[in-house]
């Protein structure tokens, strides 16, 4: 399979970035765009010193240099460089040339191009994306053959800034691209500094394992945030990690595998090829040579059993499971349950498909799937559990098409009963009141406030009463909103505009707010939130559920390094959280990693598991 970030064909009229350009407020003053230059051009007079071409729309001649890559599958093209850099480090001396079909240039050539500047955004301009400087529609001449390459610049711990970017402009909409660049201060300036130039990392460790789509990720700065698994934690939205990089190989991989690695392995020897720009992770070293991959031997993990006293709570997002997935699937998603979670009293689960998965034909049930889950589980030598769940409403739930995906808690009858109290349906609300002195809900297993705009298209609360030893537990698991639509951390616009936040925020606020109905009901009843929250220990979506004390992040429990649940472009992150109320003040808490660090995953996400004495 070839890389992703690779496999998306351009539109030959590349110079339509010019909208972009405007919208960033770059033009101003370029009426010539259109003109053609007269004098020699070299290839660092096209890259220029901000991140938009001087040159862009205009056509240039005879541009030359010496051919450093070749791609030719997906977007196609090469990467040449001038042997001759100037004396200025904010221009790069490489660029690439899109030649829509496969390219008749060698590495070594080399070549003078003619063809138009543009500028192209990799995911379109909506995606808030950097672009990429390339000359397109070109007329290529070989010169000669099998040249020395230009020497690549070393990217390493030395010479990579701790700055991740500078401030955007708040005049072009908080945009960075008119800004002239400054290699020395910002990550971001440096990496743009060298696009489309032949660079070379060394020995390197793997903080984002290879993907389906033949790519992995590493830190060229082995220190920066890094945990004790070998991955690099994303704390803050200002602790980016100024030294992940993508890594990607030329050589199709039918030609050449490429190789399997998990966090904490590393890529050794020399790496070395272009600096490209993609739409999956932003800057990437396109390998002409490719290191080898150093297994580390990263293990996963396995969470200790509960103890007699002690109920253990996990939540898992199982990725979208049906019965049509392969029983090999179920099998290890069942063995983890019991192996590596020791078999939790109460498993809320994320991603529960309907009984024909994404067979988008009004199904809703997902009894099937259930059963064939739990029978797994029970075949690895797990409990016999129970489930309960609501089924939702068809198709407005979100996720996969006709997938309907739900939450669903799975509990051990022998360990925790279930309080059922008139199942509520798609559309119900499930309220509280108070009965003997104590907090009850009206439906139990009841949605929360499914009406609430916040979860429109969205899946809806799902909450549970349960007692453990006498003691009732409320139970909440959750699926808030996906980060689809959000900008990367290299978008043009810095800080990136995360709109998804706009829709967990109000989600939080739901989930809050009933927490505070079952306080208001019973001040020291048992209260766990949990599930796939999709946001950080450190967002507004987690401070608007923990508004007023009414809850507690448990993860926060954890040392800084360990708090993690999900690795994505190389930032070991929280997604996941268990969040407990006032009353649960003596926990223990455990982000079990069997997944998101892995190659091999039977899902994308880590369980977590909390225990407690009610």
Same mark, same amino acid.
């Given at each position: ?12 009229a ?47 001649? $005879? ?19 001038? =042997? ?25 050539d ?11 955004? &990799? ?14 529609? &070109? ?18 711990? *030395? ?17 960075i ?14 990496y ?20 389906? @789509? ?37 050589? &199709? ?6 190789? *399997?690695a ?47 006293g ?9 990725e ?8 090999? %699937?179920? $099998?290890?998603?069942?063995?983890a ?11 809320a ?5 309907? $009984? ?14 259930? *059963? %064939?889950?739990t ?16 089924? =939702? ?7 996969e &098409? ?10 051990? =009858? ?32 009841g ?18 009463e ?26 043009h @616009?810095?800080?990136?505009?995360? *709109? ?19 306080? %208001? ?13 999709? $946001? ?6 987690t %401070?608007?559920?923990?508004a ?19 690795? +994505? ?12 109320s =006032?009353?649960?003040?003596? +926990? ?27």
């Open positions: 399979m070839t890389a992703r970030s690779s496999s998306l064909p351009r539109s030959a590349v110079a339509a970035v010019v909208a972009t350009a405007l919208a960033g407020g770059l033009l101003a003053g370029s009426a010539s765009a259109s003109a053609s230059a007269t004098a020699e051009v070299r290839i660092h007079d096209i890259q220029g010193t901000t991140r938009i071409s001087p040159l862009v729309g205009q056509q240039v001649t $005879d541009v030359s240099g010496i051919v450093t890559g070749v791609r030719t599958y997906g977007s196609k093209g090469f990467w040449f460089q001038d =042997p001759r850099a100037d004396a200025d480090a904010a221009t790069s001396e490489g660029v690439f040339v899109f030649t829509s079909s496969a390219p008749t240039v060698a590495v070594g080399a070549v003078k191009v003619s063809g138009t500047v543009g500028e192209y955004v &990799p995911g379109g301009t909506s995606s808030g994306n950097q672009s990429l400087t390339q000359i397109s529609r &070109p007329a290529v001449t070989v010169v000669s053959s099998g040249n020395a390459l230009p020497a690549p610049v070393a990217v390493s711990a *030395k010479s990579v800034p701790a700055a991740y970017a500078p401030e955007g402009d708040p005049a072009a909409g908080g945009s691209n008119a800004l002239p660049l400054d290699p020395s201060a910002y990550a971001l300036d440096y743009e500094s060298l696009e489309g130039s032949n660079i070379r990392i060394g020995s390197s460790r793997v903080v984002g394992a290879t993907d389906p @789509h033949s790519e992995l990720w590493v830190t060229v700065k082995p220190e920066e945030n890094d945990n004790r698994r070998g991955g690099t934690v994303y704390g803050s939205y200002t602790s980016q990690n100024t030294g992940r990089l993508q890594i990607q190989q030329l050589a &199709p991989v039918s030609q050449q595998p490429f190789p *399997k998990n966090v904490g392995d590393v890529l050794s020897g020399t790496t070395e090829g272009p600096l490209d720009f993609n739409q999956y992770g932003g800057y990437t070293l396109t390998a002409r040579t490719l290191g080898t991959v150093t297994d580390r031997g990263l293990e996963r993990e396995s969470t200790r059993p509960q103890r007699r002690e109920l253990a709570v996990a939540t898992y997002n199982v979208n499971l049906d019965p049509g997935d392969p029983q090999a %699937k179920f $099998d290890a998603l069942a063995a349950v019991v192996d590596n979670l020791a078999s939790p009293d109460i498993l689960l994320e991603e529960i498909q309907d $009984d024909n998965g994404a067979k988008n034909d009004g199904t809703v049930s997902a009894g099937e799937t259930l *059963k %064939k889950f029978a797994a589980i029970a075949a690895a030598g797990g409990p016999s559990y129970d489930w309960r769940t609501v089924d =939702p409403a068809d198709d407005k739930d979100g996720g &098409p006709g997938g309907n995906i739900r939450q669903v808690f799975l509990f051990n =009858p022998e360990r925790v009963s279930f309080t059922d109290r008139g199942a509520g349906d798609a559309a119900t609300a499930t309220g509280v009141v108070r009965e003997k002195g104590r907090a009850a809900l009206t439906h139990s297993p949605r929360v406030d499914p009406a609430n705009a916040a979860w429109e298209n969205s899946r809806k609360p799902l909450a549970g349960f007692t453990f030893r006498g003691r009732t537990v409320f139970v909440i698991a959750n699926h808030f909103g996906s980060k689809g639509g959000d900008e990367g951390l290299p978008s @616009h810095q800080p990136p505009v995360r *709109k998804s936040e706009v829709k967990r925020l109000e989600q939080a606020e739901a989930v809050n707010s009933f927490v505070k109905d079952i306080l %208001k009901a019973q001040r020291n009843a048992d209260v766990l939130v949990l599930g796939d929250i999709n $946001d950080f220990e450190f967002s507004a979506t %401070k608007a559920l923990t007023d004390g009414a809850l507690f992040p448990a993860v926060k429990s954890l040392p800084r390094p360990e708090r993690y649940s999900y690795v +994505f472009q190389g930032n070991s992150q929280v997604l996941d959280q268990i969040l407990t =006032p009353s649960i003040r003596d +926990f223990t808490y455990d982000s079990v990693h069997i997944n998101a660090e892995f190659a091999e995953q039977n899902s994308d996400h880590d369980p977590q598991v909390l225990r407690f004495r009610p």
